[in-house]
């Protein structure tokens, strides 16, 4: 049952077009939401007015922050945020107000038709031009959210001994999760509960959400989870669910909202932009000496996850190596872009780009393989991180280097196509699995009727296939047909808490908490089997919590174990590159992934495919550019035609403490493909690219600014 | 709710396009239309639909003259076997456009209606000798593909008219190059259509200029006999010197574009002479 390739039972459903999603069930006759958008980057909203709006034929209400009879603050790490501005407007696509209508053409009419007076303010956009003294406060704390530091050792000494010294300015920009599937939510009363259908990563915290800002009790609230199509971080925070719930609410009538793509364009969050100066430094023999990174971090109109994503920065900060000497410099940010909230890597893809840029100008002066490079520094058991944490197992990182060392000797480089020069990269991650130094339990239930098990457990499927792989789980751990079991994990009111489902936690976490529970089980049923039938009571429920093992992260040493365990992976690119032009193909990527165990083979092959295509994204095509890349013509994904041929390599170093060893795979699928594609271009045209995206364009440039300086 | 009509006669077409010129809206493949529509409310006029009028799906060759139907959809050309090889530069652009399912609907006559600048087919015949052919009540007519477009979006065609087809005389050879942000789905950074006849050479570039762009200087290089690599210096120095141009557009900065030019170029004018050395052996 473990690694084997079952079929997912969402799959036919999915592929035939049948009716799954939200928008697929909303209750036939609703009330109708739509929002009224900001327009301006940064103002004082003075007044809105509903009068033109509420005389649209159909309009029944516009809803501004006031009208949220409870507690307004939804800011989770940082209460900088309300459900709907209360007189600020900090973004071009903010939400200003709500107008509810009979149909959606006439809510539609009445947003369009609510005026909303405001003062103009200075927009920043960058975190350079929020820090300048003078610069307009977007939040009456300060344009600096937060300021970290970590030292280790004493990089100013290292400097003048090194052998290489290697020192550049990376950024990278806002992007756009572009998950398949555009927000929307419904809800209604069923006899005195108010029953929200949503699409968010986690139903307890929109549960909680929706009760405190209606200032309703938790228990006169359920939120339940319709199929996701797709969210990669985006569906993190309840947004939508609010809105809709307010409606239900005032009205006593089923409601329902949805966002048109250019919308979740201008109003949903992005990637933290991250800009990063690196110093870093190696002996002659390719030990490393010293990182030293001063780091800006984009935190845009609110805080979401901001300061979390730092951490997680923070902590991998020097990749995935021991290095002795270490200064990072954290600054989180406010500008007027779009909220920057969790993204699939969560801090991660910004960093190890830039780590992983300057590993390879440091491999190229010292005249070392960049894999062999990698390799001398890289972590093993008994190794400390930057936190200071004893790597005691499953480091399976020299396995990957090892692999994709083997790959690459065993394949050379084909001929490239007409016109093209070819070019090999490669770079390594690490990944902690689950929330940095928070504790994140994770609660499943279990109920045998005898025959059948149903295993409860509020995770989110949201595509990623996390239905699947608990259904392998229980059905090896109780060695029954998994046709016997079935996953339900959408209910507030009969699924325990899972935790969020990101931080790639829920294989490792929830798949942990569902083995120990049918460890349980059985040991019960064995036990039962010794008494007559008669003692026996049916249905058997058994309900487990497993809580990682973690410490928080002291202050300011910056010192602790902030994760159970770590993913770790090694990738390479194969690019063409057109020195006439700039253009960059890429051909193939090789991608070795340490995840401690496989649940379902094909499945994890299909998150590291996933996560490549999307780093290919990253490195090569994608920018959000506020205002002018409000649909799919202007924010450029890759297309099929542009994705490579991508290599999976499935290392299993067994994690003790996971379900059969499975650790995780979800975000480090992403994190390195940047890296190594940049990389990669260094090697065919002699050019790096410092700024994501690596465009056309900018290679071309850059490799003329080298002709014309060399 | 609009009306649809679908007339298979050519006569019945020109009458409704006649008589209900500001109500009738031609649909071919509708790749633009239905974009462009959106959400409008449509009560009140007519979908025209084109695409079972015969005249519009010829494909033919004629002595020196492809007859090329504007209801001709971009699969077809590329899948054509009536096209020659002299004409690679249709099937090379035809193949650049979209994505296999706009390929199957969208017609020339679509493109060359809407006319935009990155029109990928409005730059393709700008760069071959072609005939645009035009039917309305009050009879035909045709003018040069030079003539053709008149700014972004505009061109020649009157309300009361329907694009019928594109008759383009039969180079030695042609090409097409486009360099876009990714390699389906992408409208062009620039791209350029190159043909050689027996007494000249043309080129069309876009998007620089609201119509195609044609670098005369260059032309008359080649034409001259000039190398590869002096028309690619002097089609960079032509588009240099139309100067403007936003300065950073999503799709490449005014410089990139410039540099393109030449860079393109080059790249075609290589591929032509290898494969004019290969036809030669």
Not at chain 1, 98 to 111: C, I, K
Not at chain 1, 124 to 133: D, I, K, R, S
Not at chain 2, 106 to 128: K, Q, R
Request: hydrophobic share 40%.
């Amino acid at each position: 049952m473990i690694g084997e390739n079952l079929a997912r039972r969402d799959a036919v459903d999915k592929l035939r077009g049948a009716r799954v999603y939200g928008d697929d069930h909303r209750p036939a006759a609703c009330l109708h939401v739509r929002p009224v958008l900001a327009g301006i980057d940064h103002g004082r909203i003075r007044a809105v007015d509903r009068r033109q709006a509420l005389a649209v034929p159909g309009a029944l209400a516009v809803f501004t922050c006031e009208d949220y009879p409870g507690h307004k603050v939804t800011g989770r790490l940082i209460p900088d945020m309300t459900v709907l501005p209360l007189d600020r407007i900090r973004y071009r696509g903010e939400i200003v107000a709500l107008a509810v209508g009979e149909t959606e053409r006439a809510a539609e009419e009445a947003a369009r038709a609510v005026v909303v007076e405001v003062e103009e303010l200075p927009a920043l956009f960058t975190p350079q031009q929020a820090l300048e003294p003078g610069a307009v406060a977007i939040h009456e704390s300060g344009n600096r959210v937060l300021h970290r530091t970590v030292e280790r050792g004493d990089v100013h000494r290292v400097w003048a001994e090194a052998a290489v010294v290697v020192e550049h300015h990376y950024s990278t920009p806002l992007v756009e999760h572009a998950y398949l599937e555009p927000d929307n939510a419904f809800a209604s009363w069923e006899d005195d509960r108010l029953i929200v259908n949503g699409s968010c990563q986690d139903i307890h915290a929109a549960q909680k959400l929706v009760a405190q800002t209606l200032g309703l009790p938790l228990e006169r609230v359920c939120v339940r989870r319709n199929m996701i199509g797709g969210s990669f971080g985006g569906k993190t925070d309840p947004l939508l669910e609010l809105f809709v719930a307010l409606a239900a609410y005032v009205f006593r009538r089923p409601a329902y909202m949805r966002l048109t793509r250019e919308e979740m364009f201008r109003s949903s969050v992005k990637r933290h932009p991250a800009y990063i100066h690196c110093k870093s430094a190696a002996d002659r023999n390719g030990r490393l000496l010293a990182m030293q990174a001063s780091i800006l971090v984009d935190n845009a109109a609110y805080s979401y996850s901001g300061p979390a994503i730092c951490s997680r920065m923070l902590t991998h900060a020097t990749g995935c190596y021991t290095v002795p000497n270490v200064r990072l410099d954290l600054q989180l940010v406010y500008t007027n872009n779009p909220p920057t909230a969790a993204m699939r890597g969560y801090g991660e893809p910004q960093i190890v780009f830039a780590v992983e840029s300057q590993m390879d100008e440091m491999a190229r002066a010292l005249g070392m393989d960049p894999l062999a490079f990698r390799r001398k520094n890289a972590l093993r058991v008994g190794d400390r991180t930057l936190t200071e944490q004893l790597l005691t197992g499953s480091v399976g990182l020299g396995q990957t280097l090892r692999a994709v060392e083997d790959w690459r000797r065993d394949n050379p480089p084909p001929p490239p196509p007409p016109g093209f020069v070819l070019g090999r990269g490669v770079a390594s991650m690490f990944f902690g699995i689950g929330k940095t130094g928070k504790l994140d339990p994770s609660t499943v239930r279990l109920e045998w009727d005898g025959e059948r098990l149903a295993v409860y457990s509020a995770v989110c499927e949201m595509g990623q296939g996390s239905r699947q792989a608990l259904l392998q789980i229980a059905a090896e751990a109780l060695e029954i047909d998994s046709a016997r079991i079935s996953i339900v994990d959408n209910d507030t009111e009969t699924c325990p808490d899972a935790g969020i489902t990101s931080a790639s936690r829920i294989t490792y976490t929830t798949g942990r908490a569902l083995q120990d529970a049918c460890r349980r089980l059985r040991e019960q049923l064995t036990a039962m089997a010794q008494h007559t039938p008669e003692d026996v009571t049916l249905p058997l429920v058994v309900e487990e919590t497993f809580t990682p093992e973690k410490t928080a992260i002291q202050l300011p040493a910056f010192t602790g174990e902030p994760y159970p365990t770590y993913a770790y992976a090694t990738q390479l690119a194969e690019v063409a590159v057109n020195p006439g032009t700039g253009e960059v193909r890429l051909l193939r990527v090789v991608a070795a992934h340490d995840v401690g165990r496989a649940i379902n083979r094909r499945m994890v092959c299909g998150q590291i495919e996933g996560g490549v295509a999307m780093g290919a994204g990253y490195a090569l095509s994608e920018q959000y550019r506020p205002g002018r890349t409000e649909s799919f013509h202007a924010y450029i994904l890759p297309t099929a035609q542009d994705a490579p041929e991508i290599i999976p390599i499935l290392i299993e170093d067994e994690e003790s403490t996971g379900p059969f060893g499975a650790k995780g795979v979800g975000e480090p699928a992403l994190v390195a493909t940047a890296p190594a594609i940049v990389n990669a271009i260094r090697d065919a045209v002699g050019v790096r690219i410092y700024d994501l995206p690596a465009l056309g364009e900018k290679v071309f440039f850059a490799m003329q600014a080298q002709k014309e300086g060399g | 709710m609009p009306q649809y009509v679908r007339p298979t006669r050519m006569e019945d077409a020109l009458a409704l396009l006649s008589g209900e010129t500001e109500r009738c809206l031609i649909l071919a493949g509708g790749t633009d239309l239905v974009v462009d529509c959106g959400e409008a409310d449509l009560s009140g006029r007519i979908l025209l639909d084109v695409t079972a009028l015969p005249e519009l799906g010829q494909l033919r060759l004629e002595g020196e003259t492809l007859r090329l139907g504007a209801g001709v959809s971009f699969t077809e050309i590329i899948e054509s076997g009536t096209i020659p090889g002299c004409l690679g530069l249709l099937k090379q652009a035809a193949a650049s456009i979209g994505s296999p399912q706009i390929r199957n609907t969208a017609t020339v006559g679509g493109n060359l209606g809407t006319a935009s600048p990155g029109g990928d087919f409005c730059i393709a015949l700008s760069g071959l000798r072609a005939e645009v052919v035009l039917l309305s009540a009050r009879g035909e007519r045709s003018l040069p593909v030079e003539a053709f477009f008149t700014g972004v979006k505009k061109n020649r065609c009157q309300p009361d008219e329907l694009i019928v087809r594109l008759d383009i005389r039969l180079p030695l050879a042609s090409r097409y190059r486009k360099l876009g942000l990714r390699r389906s789905l992408a409208l062009p950074i620039l791209a350029l259509g190159v043909s050689e006849y027996v007494d000249g050479w043309r080129i069309a570039m876009g998007p620089v200029t609201p119509v195609p762009f044609r670098p005369v200087e260059t032309e008359a290089l080649l034409t001259g006999g000039g190398s590869p690599a002096e028309a690619a210096a002097l089609a960079e120095q032509e588009v240099t010197r139309l100067g403007g141009g936003r300065r950073s557009s999503l799709r490449g900065s005014v410089e990139y574009k410039r540099k393109m030019a030449g860079a393109l170029l080059a790249e075609v004018l290589k591929e032509m002479e290898e494969d004019r050395h290969w036809r030669n052996r």
